[in-house]
């Protein structure tokens, strides 16, 4: 996920946010979406999210507290009529609503579902994981929800499923079934692969003798192995003898 802090005039576009009167259509919504945009962090953005060409610049801060405002007005309506051909920052504050409405977790794995083939780029997939908070009360609900997800042909299906692991259930609960999980993945694409080997990582990170018994015996590509030896080496929890451990490891 990209974080960047609010600064300077980027408080006075959330200030402006709060004063604005409520949303209560798609056009109005997108009216504000493009009144956020930065040219400049348009041009950064874009160099991140090759592929994505409508992406209009709205630093995810600044997007964040658009979504806190809508989703105390009629955020289900807005669900129910996502925009047609859709800037990025739209499907992405879709995605923030489903994680911020008040709503039962059913409804919202519902909502979950319905937005899940609307990814089509990392940042949107990344950014909505991670905001899914609920996830933390209701493990065994949303563990059993991502399972289908890791054996599909889409590439954000799996790498939906696979972030949301990383995110919510490295854990001592459940980690020994992610490694597993992990190592059961077979799509061969690059951002299918960079997840898995970003999981691995933070699994190397938080139980390391675990994990490292895991890459020792594991069935991952050599490329996902590869990348998930570097970004433990790239770790700044991860020791500098480990880090040797792990660049011997490699595979050639």
Aim: hydrophobic share 45%.
């Amino acid at each position: 996920e990209i974080g960047v802090r609010l600064v300077g005039s980027e408080m006075c576009i959330r200030d402006r946010c709060r004063m604005s009167p409520m949303i209560e259509s798609r056009r109005q919504l997108r009216e504000r979406i493009e009144a956020l945009a930065e040219p400049e962090f348009q041009k950064f953005s874009a160099s991140l999210i090759p592929g994505v060409n409508r992406l209009l610049g709205v630093r995810l801060p600044v997007l964040r507290n658009l979504a806190r405002e809508v989703a105390g007005g009629n955020w289900r309506e807005l669900l129910e009529n996502p925009a047609v051909d859709p800037y990025a920052e739209e499907v992405m504050l879709d995605g923030m609503l489903i994680a911020l409405a008040r709503m039962e977790p059913e409804e919202r794995l519902e909502q979950v579902a319905r937005f899940v083939p609307r990814m089509d780029n990392w940042a949107v997939c990344d950014t909505f994981c991670t905001s899914l908070k609920f996830c933390k009360k209701h493990p065994a609900l949303v563990w059993e929800f991502i399972q289908p997800y890791l054996t599909s042909a889409r590439v954000y299906d799996v790498r939906f499923a696979v972030v949301m692991m990383l995110a919510h259930f490295i854990t001592e609960d459940y980690v020994e079934q992610v490694l597993a999980l992990l190592d059961g993945v077979r799509h061969e694409d690059y951002y299918v692969g960079m997840a898995v080997a970003w999981a691995v990582s933070v699994c190397y990170v938080k139980f390391p003798a675990l994990t490292l018994e895991y890459l020792r015996n594991s069935s991952l590509s050599d490329f996902t192995y590869n990348r998930a030896l570097q970004k433990i080496i790239e770790s700044l929890r991860v020791s500098r003898e480990d880090k040797s451990l792990m660049r011997s490891m490699k595979r050639k």
